[in-house]
């Protein structure tokens, strides 16, 4: 095919904005996108398709039509960045239906990934091939949008109503050999055969009678016509899944327009539930969070291709919850990790728990049993501290003391090899203290993971004062190799996440003595979305942590809960009580502890609503924030939004507390302190950042 005349023409009416060129091979007409970095679908690759569809269509010779993409991948979707601005025609779903309508087959030749709008282009053609290593998928959802251009019609005719559920309200891709079986995928190529595959498959149906159009297809609605309680099942099962989101909801309704009314009443509902998300809240929150992660990988001042230093060892100090979590991050990515502690038993505790958590994971088939057997392989745990020696990369993860910190990092210079890089998963501490415990100041920094460390996705960089370029892009590759979401922070008391959870942990405290309850706080947050509040947090954390039996004197409503035998959860009591099976309820005990507190202070008995709860507890965070921008601890305002949202679980939909606070307005967060100035306390200061954003009319996220 390699010497084939090229088609005269392919770069007409576009100059040099061309990324849509065309070319024939005897009989087959081949469309190329090539509109780098993803192929997404804009502006110009829509109207090219359309035109190139047309032109085929007006040539005799041409018999069959390929869609293909150059670069890494196959469309991964409509523009995202044109969503919110007027749509400049044609349109994707007006595209699509110009690919089904071409009386010549047209076959969509997929590689790298075929997502959002990009499948919708391949459902529209009547042939799909694609390499096994091609994933395809329809993750609008987690824009906040469902897929917008015929996908909630033309995917459940292809693979059924169920299978399309699954997939597009999970937004999750499949691969390519799932979507062989599915249905979804006609024929797989070999890995290097995709353009020869697709040509073979081309030469076999362009003489055919009628091609396989998938918006008339019957045939997959059956089982779903006749399981008609399958919809709600659905909603019932993915409840918890879905709570406080609006798409989800419309995908379903969608699916369910495509079993139970025609192709082209289920578009216009499509449509216009499309438009409805678009427009909304929601999704363009979603959508900043989308630009957010990407940007959060940026760091000022860094060159993109600051090299970094390769990492074939990782040592990890501490076999406890964090360090054993932390290290099973680098066994899952295939590195293996030498893991030091000072006592066997605690070794062997914190190997049996890694592999427990492997096996739990297995069993909800995220691992075969060969995988976990493998990762597990890859760990040595021993109680020789000089074992670090090789290893390129050591985090530390003992506990928060800024003593044993230094004594253990003193000990760490003198056996690492030159060049490995040094690390203290501290959440509070100063980095540039414990580096100049170093001969390697350069070659420390702060790698903050969030617990359970194996799970959550945040990992807080901490750049010291003298950090190395290549240090920092070596954690933040190493972040993005483990599967986390990176974000650099600098140096300051509990960094990005924790110094604003302290802003807000203070005003809890401070509510409850002022006669809000607990309870009353936590469904303040949870109401909001967050996925637990402060006094349930801690509960589950245990109250005893860093609680001295000997020592304690009855000073705080949290010793005195101790003192009583309220230790949290695991003691079946702590703020709340707990049944049995971990059901909680408020507490009269600890109502009456709070009471005798605030009696004793004299504080006076408020009377809250659950927005002023909110306000209390979410303005002084954003102010913290804003310091955070304002002193340089965070490179821009999305970087905080990304901690929250993947740090401590803020609900995605309103994307992040900078972000919300654009919603709604900085200058009603402003008005908002001001008023609560009195019970902010006297050490309350508003950030001149916030003021100046919030008098100019301006967003944190410009
Ligand atoms: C849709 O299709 C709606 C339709 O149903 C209906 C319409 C009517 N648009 O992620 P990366 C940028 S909704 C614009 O780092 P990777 C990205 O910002 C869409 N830009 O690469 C980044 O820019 P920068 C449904 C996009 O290899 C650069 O490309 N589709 C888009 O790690 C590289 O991205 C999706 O939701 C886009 N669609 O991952 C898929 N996609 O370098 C979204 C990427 O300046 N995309 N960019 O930071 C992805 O999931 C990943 O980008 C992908 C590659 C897996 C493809």
């Given at each position: 095919m390699g010497n084939c005349p090229v088609l005269a023409g392919s770069n007409e009416g576009y100059g040099a904005m061309t990324v849509i060129t065309t070319r024939k091979t005897g009989h087959i007409f081949w469309i190329t996108?090539?509109?780098?970095?993803?192929?997404?679908?804009?502006?110009?690759?829509?109207?090219?398709?359309?035109?190139?569809?047309?032109?085929?269509?007006?040539?005799?010779?041409?018999?069959?039509?390929?869609?293909?993409?150059?670069?890494?991948?196959?469309?991964?979707?409509?523009?995202?960045?044109?969503?919110?601005?007027?749509?400049?025609?044609?349109?994707?779903?007006?595209?699509?239906?110009?690919?089904?309508?071409?009386?010549?087959?047209?076959?969509?030749?997929?590689?790298?990934?075929?997502?959002?709008?990009?499948?919708?282009?391949?459902?529209?053609?009547?042939?799909?091939?694609?390499?096994?290593?091609?994933?395809?998928?329809?993750?609008?959802?987690?824009?906040?949008?469902?897929?917008?251009?015929?996908?909630?019609?033309?995917?459940?005719?292809?693979?059924?109503?169920?299978?399309?559920?699954?997939?597009?309200?999970?937004?999750?891709?499949?691969?390519?050999?799932?979507?062989?079986a599915s249905g979804l995928v006609d024929r797989l190529a070999p890995e290097d055969g995709l353009r020869d595959a697709a040509a073979d498959l081309a030469d076999e149906v362009m003489d055919a009678s009628s091609h396989p159009v998938s918006s008339q297809r019957e045939d997959m609605l059956a089982a779903a016509r006749e399981d008609p309680d399958l919809f709600n099942r659905f909603r019932q099962d993915n409840a918890r899944k879905i709570k406080g989101l609006d798409a989800p909801e419309a995908c379903i309704v969608a699916v369910e327009a495509a079993v139970n009314v025609p192709f082209e009443r289920g578009t216009a509902l499509e449509r216009e539930l499309f438009m409805e998300l678009v427009g909304g809240e929601q999704s363009k929150a979603m959508r900043h969070v989308f630009f957010a992660e990407r940007a959060a990988q940026k760091i000022d001042g860094l060159p993109k291709d600051t090299a970094t230093y390769t990492l074939a060892k990782?040592?990890?100090?501490?076999?406890?919850?964090?360090?054993?979590?932390?290290?099973?991050?680098?066994?899952?990515?295939?590195?293996?990790?030498?893991?030091?502690?000072?006592?066997?038993?605690?070794?062997?505790?914190?190997?049996?728990?890694?592999?427990?958590?492997?096996?739990?994971?297995?069993?909800?088939?995220?691992?075969?049993v060969e995988q976990v057997d493998a990762a597990m392989s890859r760990l040595n745990p021993t109680l020789d501290f000089e074992a670090l020696g090789d290893c390129d990369l050591v985090i530390e993860a003992v506990f928060e003391s800024m003593e044993l910190k230094k004594e253990i990092f003193h000990r760490l210079d003198q056996i690492a090899k030159p060049g490995a890089i040094l690390a203290s998963n501290t959440s509070y501490l100063d980095i540039d203290e414990i580096a100049a415990q170093t001969r390697r100041p350069d070659h420390v920094l702060g790698m903050h993971f969030f617990s359970p460390a194996n799970v959550m996705r945040l990992l807080e960089v901490v750049r010291g004062k003298q950090t190395a370029p290549a240090v920092l892009a070596t954690a933040m590759a190493v972040g993005k190799r483990i599967g986390k979401v990176a974000v650099v922070s600098g140096v300051c008391h509990g960094f990005i996440g924790n110094r604003m959870l302290a802003a807000r942990q203070e005003q809890a405290n401070a509510l409850i003595l002022e006669g809000a309850t607990p309870w009353q706080v936590d469904d303040a947050l949870t109401n909001f979305g967050m996925p637990m509040g402060p006094f349930q947090m801690a509960d589950l954390a245990g109250l005893d942590i860093g609680w001295n039996p000997d020592t304690t004197s009855s000073s705080s409503v949290r010793e005195v809960l101790c003192e009583r035998g309220r230790r949290g959860q695991k003691t079946g009591k702590g703020f709340y009580d707990y049944a049995a099976d971990r059901t909680r309820t408020p507490s009269k005990e600890t109502e009456d502890i709070i009471a005798g507190f605030a009696a004793r202070a004299g504080i006076p008995k408020g009377d809250y609503t659950e927005g002023e709860i909110r306000e209390r507890l979410i303005y002084p965070m954003i102010n913290e924030g804003a310091k955070i921008l304002e002193e340089g601890i965070a490179?821009?305002?999305?970087?905080?939004?990304?901690?929250?949202?993947y740090g401590y679980g803020w609900p995605v939909w309103t994307g992040g507390p900078m972000f919300w606070a654009d919603t709604i307005g900085v200058n009603r967060v402003l008005s908002g302190l001001e008023r609560h100035r009195k019970a902010l306390g006297p050490d309350f200061r508003i950030s001149p950042l916030l003021k100046t954003i919030a008098e100019d009319g301006r967003r944190f996220n410009a």
């Open positions: 996108s090539n509109n780098p970095p993803v192929n997404a679908l804009g502006h110009a690759v829509r109207s090219g398709l359309a035109d190139a569809i047309a032109k085929a269509n007006g040539d005799k010779g041409v018999k069959a039509i390929i869609i293909n993409c150059d670069g890494r991948t196959f469309f991964a979707g409509a523009d995202i960045t044109e969503f919110g601005k007027p749509l400049q025609a044609p349109g994707l779903p007006e595209v699509c239906d110009t690919i089904e309508a071409s009386p010549k087959p047209v076959i969509a030749a997929i590689h790298g990934t075929a997502l959002g709008g990009g499948l919708e282009i391949a459902l529209a053609c009547h042939y799909r091939v694609a390499v096994p290593s091609a994933k395809l998928g329809l993750p609008e959802v987690k824009l906040g949008l469902l897929p917008g251009a015929g996908g909630t019609q033309r995917l459940p005719r292809v693979i059924g109503a169920e299978a399309a559920l699954g997939m597009i309200v999970s937004g999750n891709p499949v691969g390519a050999k799932q979507a062989h990782v040592g990890i100090l501490g076999a406890g919850t964090m360090g054993g979590g932390i290290a099973m991050n680098f066994l899952t990515a295939g590195i293996p990790v030498t893991m030091v502690e000072r006592e066997q038993a605690a070794l062997d505790r914190g190997t049996a728990i890694m592999r427990k958590n492997y096996e739990r994971s297995a069993a909800k088939g995220k691992f075969t490179q821009r305002a999305s970087d905080i939004d990304v901690v929250w949202l």
